[in-house]
DNA sequence: GTGAAAGCGCTAACAA
DNA sequence: TTGTTAGCGCTTTCAC
């Protein structure tokens, strides 16, 4: 239930005008004597009038806001990508309808559903589903911007936004064999419903045989994306006869979930297995030992979303936009190295990989 | 730009109705033949209809929105809280519009303003501010439901829940004098602007008091509630004269400096200084030492003040209703205790702390 | 049980 | 430059 507040009747009233120009004074559309628009402007601020939001988009059709679809809140990734969003998108005049999934597609379909149906003028969606096709009806139907972000969806999107999956595992992978020595490095990851989490295998895979190691499917477990499997996963890696001295993790939760499980068995890290992981995390150099991860600037890529969104929202819908975001090695010392910084701020190395745009 | 979506008059039309039995027939207000309903029904869902939010909201002055307001959402704390309170909001038919401040007064005040003018029935507000006029002057201006949550402002809010933040100190200093013997306790702390970083501050205080120790107000650093502050002001404790044997920390991202700091200086932990944390954390029972803290179900929580706003929604605004969350002590390393899990699942310990309401 | 019509607050086309 | 007016999509009296 929403209560009185003045209106822009009363706020025309109040300054002896009619609403049109009432309007027009604190829209700044269409012409109005300076004289008339200050004494109408001054009278809203007096009454701390503003425009109901509903009247407005009923006339518009715009609703100023967009919905933002991620499948976990929780993670920094996306949380830090949100204010990122926010932060330009309120410059422009938007807010953020949030919606979380928990990593459930049909919660997914439900939210873009209940968010294309008038309330959003434009969706940001970081997809924890395979199939686009839900997507495809939704943005053809109601002709709805959607930048798709993180994990990609076949022929759709205004926009999309991934790191450079694939070439940052390849980082990992290089630095675990070029630095390191290693020859048996095994792979803890998620069941890939999406493309993010194939890609990383991919690269995994790519990583092998640029460097000529044999791909052993033993080596790889994959599981769910949570700390629960992480150790799960790492145990049963550990079990193997032929044991491998390195494990790549794809993700934070996997990475503290190994961590947790090597510990528990008293292996020690880095010294007989060394574990290096995709994301970072605030945590992350503050383990035991400080994790060697991938850096990347995720406010700066929750605001790159928020521009391909606003630029959607006014241009024609030309070719989508679609962005790979590089990843950087940020050394610590899971991987082996030895003096790195035990601190906070991500000692970057000096290899990159991924390019700043591709298609 | 919203595009073209079939409206109720389209659904009327192919039914063979006018809007207002379809209208009717849909809502499941008003009578209308169980048959024409059925008809009604099925037309819409074959053209997927879906009501355009902002006509139902002119009309109805409902937006079926709530806005919630955090200082951050990549606290897990308050991203957790905000799933569950997703959760239970959706399941009465509601959204949520999100804002970050970015723990800035003035960009809460702003989003405040943002949302009261027609965009939200009410709000969940997490404040980082120490001053209630500005939410006063909204709530009565606009007449909406405000559900205080984690800071609480005097004299404001439909509802108010908090967490046990003095007893739950008490506890961890309990902890630490009864079971490991410390005499001489730190505290690391924020700068309290908001109530509860000042209930956590009297709560050292009154567990010191309890247990006949001695308030030393050098022992007491008050800085940001940040990482690096953590571990600024852990620094400035270790130069004292007198050293603690135990810091109390009253987060997360304080001890997570605190003990890096620590690290870094090669003071064993907790050998040397055993530490305590108030916030738990993913990372908390993974880092070296697990930390011990106080636990609380966060998604609960977040739950809870879904269900006051809603139920300030239907209610006459009667009595406030004030809840304090009871705390829980994790107990892992970090204190001393020997031979607890490493693992994930929080080793709940037997001392609990609060109750269930005030007031 | 159903339909006609009014009106929520706002903007924009048109007239003056 | 300003006012009049229509109408966005929906719900809800009020007649029938």
């Not at 100023?64 to 920094?76: A, E, H, K, W």
């Amino acid at each position: 239930m929403i209560a009185a507040h003045p209106r822009l009747t009363d706020v025309a009233q109040a300054a002896g005008v009619s609403v049109a120009t009432a309007s027009r004074a604190l829209s700044g559309r269409g012409s109005v004597a300076s004289e008339t628009r200050d004494r109408v402007r001054r009278v809203a601020a007096d009454l701390d009038f503003h425009p109901w939001a509903a009247g407005q988009t009923l006339r518009t059709r715009s609703t100023r806001m967009i919905g933002f679809i991620v499948p976990d809140i929780s993670s920094t990734f996306y949380a830090n990508a949100l204010k990122g969003a926010q932060h330009r998108l309120q410059a422009a005049g938007y807010q953020i309808t949030l919606m979380d999934t928990d990593e459930r597609p049909s919660r997914e379909e439900a939210a873009l559903r209940a968010l294309a149906a008038g309330r959003v003028d434009g969706l940001i969606l970081c997809s924890s589903s395979g199939d686009g096709s839900a997507v495809r009806s939704i943005e053809r139907r109601f002709q709805l911007p959607i930048v798709l972000f993180d994990n990609i969806l076949e022929g759709v999107g205004a926009g999309r936004i991934t790191l450079a999956n694939e070439a940052g595992i390849q980082l990992l992978v290089g630095h675990l064999v070029e630095v390191h020595g290693h020859r048996r490095i095994g792979y803890v990851g998620g069941i890939e419903s999406e493309t993010s989490g194939a890609e990383r295998l991919a690269g995994y895979q790519a990583g092998l045989r640029r460097h000529g190691l044999r791909y052993d499917e033993g080596c790889v477990r994959l599981g769910d994306w949570t700390v629960a499997a992480g150790r799960g996963e790492t145990a049963a890696l550990l079990e193997l006869d032929d044991p491998v001295s390195a494990i790549v993790y794809p993700c934070a939760d996997l990475a503290l979930g190994g961590l947790s499980e090597l510990r528990a068995r008293g292996v020690s890290v880095p010294d007989e297995i060394a574990i290096v992981c995709f994301d970072d995390t605030d945590a992350a150099p503050l383990l035991d030992p400080p994790l060697t991860v991938l850096a990347r600037r995720d406010r700066d890529i929750g605001a790159l979303a928020a521009s391909m969104i606003l630029r959607a929202l006014v241009e024609e819908p030309g070719e989508p936009m679609d962005v790979r975001i590089p990843m950087e090695l940020a050394v610590r010392r899971s991987c082996g190295c030895g003096q790195a910084t035990t601190g906070g701020g991500p000692a970057v190395g000096s290899h990159s990989a991924g390019h700043g745009r591709a298609d």
